[in-house]
């Protein structure tokens, strides 16, 4: 016979979802350079986080960190769109992403959104084979839509 079997721990950290506050900004600017490739003036965060605070929501780990966001806006009546969304790499393939995508489209419905929309490059197999697991699909083709050039296409998910 062999030893007890002692009860495995959970490998993964646990992973909290809250609104962003101000102090996550060095966090969020970090993962938005590694993942997105991308810098925006941090002010951006502040003022988008102010029009609709839980639209923009930050998974943190066990310390309170980030370790991904979705950022969502409201600029068209009855609509949202993601305007980025990222886990840092080192998070990847938890199920974070999920959970952000999951609460964020919870949140469009209770507040009555008839659709949301997103942009994403055309070579980002991995984000597109996401967005459509959430019945996100191809509306448009962006044509250089990102600063080097890339194509982008727009996607869309009807939430009734
Ligand atoms: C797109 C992105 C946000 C997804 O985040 P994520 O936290 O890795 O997402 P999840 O872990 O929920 O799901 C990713 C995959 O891991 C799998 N997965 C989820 N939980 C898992 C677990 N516990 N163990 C193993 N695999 C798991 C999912 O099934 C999914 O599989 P898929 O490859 O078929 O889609 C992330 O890849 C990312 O930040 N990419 C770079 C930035 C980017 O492209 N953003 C979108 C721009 S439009």
Redesign the pocket.
Known sequence: MGPPTAPVPDA?PPVTLREFRLNDLPFVGAIVAE??HEHYDPSLYGSLSTEWPTGFLVATDSSDVPA?FLLGVNQVLGEARVLM???ERG????????LLMSTFLERCRARGFRRVT???RVS?A??I??YS?YQFSVVDLLRSYYSDGENGYQMACDLR
């Open positions: 993964r993942a997105l991904g969304f990222a886990v998070h990847r393939a938890q199920g974070i992403g999920t997103l942009e994403v980002n991995t984000a084979r996401f697991r």
